[in-house]
């Protein structure tokens, strides 16, 4: 049986945490940002603090990043433009060990409908 993209994501949204944009907003300060959205799409706006390592390359990248080293018992929040990749990162982290990550549901684009602040 062939599965889907989608099918992946809903695979990955019942194994993670996923957080609204209100929870997320309030973790600005605590938690590492991680923004997995392409470079274009991080220049055109981002949340404010937010790392940006695109999700293509995110499990051979995230420890190369000072941010993270040794960071998998640290807070982060994850998003990208909707929530699909950020959902299949923070399965990835997680499985990489860290545990404290998390997904913001509706990603950016839930983020700036709500007009919260930009970085």
Known sequence: M????????ANAKQQIKEIDTVTAQSQ????????VREPAEYSAGHLPGAINIPRGVLEFKIDT??????????????YC??????????????????????????????WAENGLPLG
């Open 2 to 9: 062939t599965i889907t993209a989608q099918d992946l994501v």
């Open 28 to 35: 600005l300060g605590s938690s590492l940002i991680l923004d």
């Open 65 to 78: 990043y000072p941010e993270f080293q040794g960071k998998q018992q640290s807070a982060i929040v994850v």
């Open 81 to 110: 433009q909707t929530g699909g990749r950020s959902a299949l990162a923070t399965h990835a982290l997680n499985q990489l060990g860290y545990e404290k990550a998390v997904s913001m549901a509706g990603g950016f684009k839930a």
